[in-house]
């Protein structure tokens, strides 16, 4: 069982975030919390996905105060779905969350903690693709892209993958005869574009739809609003 919440210590770095756990084992243990209790990574995953698209909100609108408080939700789920899997039939714990990260970090950063020279951030990306390619004994390099993201970052994904390893067959898609399908190729050639050209394709339809929201609102009569 974790420590409880008041038996470590505020001061050094680290510490918080021991209190964290403590205060997260006594939230799911017996005689905690009766909502927390029932919770599954199934009944999470929700909120998972809306706290990541909040601290996004607040890092496109630079506003430090709703990151700092955006984070510790992220970190909320991150502390509750280790606990969940501490009752596991194959259990885990967040300290061995924590050190497989550390592992990966270490050894993804030879430039760092080993002997490798590096000369730029770009040989940074060329040696951790590398090193990742070699952990992960993939098949395809389309393999480990998660399937389920947002349409225009799932394509934006895809194409850089593809390019990266030198397997770019642009957009030779087999069509289907319909009015979506040829929408839908549009809208990937446009992802390619964006790709070729450094933009992050999800980021700029995100900054035009809200100067379209803008708009609306101007056209409704209202002030200007950043915030929903």
């Known amino acids: 069982m974790s420590p409880a919440p008041d038996a470590v210590p505020a001061g050094r770095p680290g ?7 403590g205060v997260m084992d006594r939230l799911r243990s017996p005689g905690g919390c009766p909502w927390d209790a029932e919770q599954t990574h199934a009944t999470l995953a929700p909120y998972l996905i809306e706290e990541a698209y909040e601290t996004l909100e607040a890092i496109e609108h630079n506003d430090l105060p709703a990151l700092r408080e955006e984070l510790g939700d992220l970190l909320l789920q991150v502390l509750f779905h280790a606990r969940l899997a501490e009752e596991a039939p194959e259990p885990f714990s967040i300290d061995e969350v924590a050190e497989d990260l550390v592992a990966k970090l270490v050894r993804r950063h030879p430039h760092v903690f080993a002997d490798v020279t590096v000369d730029s951030a770009a040989e940074v990306n060329t040696n951790w693709d590398a090193i990742k390619k070699a952990e992960k004994q993939r098949d395809s390099v389309t393999d480990g892209i998660p399937m389920g993201q947002p349409a225009l970052a799932l394509a934006a994904k895809l194409i850089s993958r593809a390019r990266k390893a030198g397997v770019d067959v642009g957009v030779a898609i087999e069509s289907a005869p ?8 549009k809208l990937f050639a446009v992802v390619g574009e964006a ?3 450094g933009v992050d394709p999800e980021l700029a339809l995100r900054e035009t739809a ?4 803008s708009a609306v609102r101007t056209g409704e009569g209202h002030e200007a609003k950043e915030h929903a």
Do not use: T
């Not at 319909?178 to 190729?185: A, F, H, L, M, R």
């Not at 809200?210 to 929201?213: G, K, M, N, S």
């Open 210 to 213: 809200r100067r379209y929201r």
């Open 178 to 185: 319909s009015v979506s399908s040829d929408i839908g190729e």
């Open 195 to 197: 790709v070729q050209a």
């Open 15 to 21: 510490e918080a975030l021991l209190r964290a756990v």
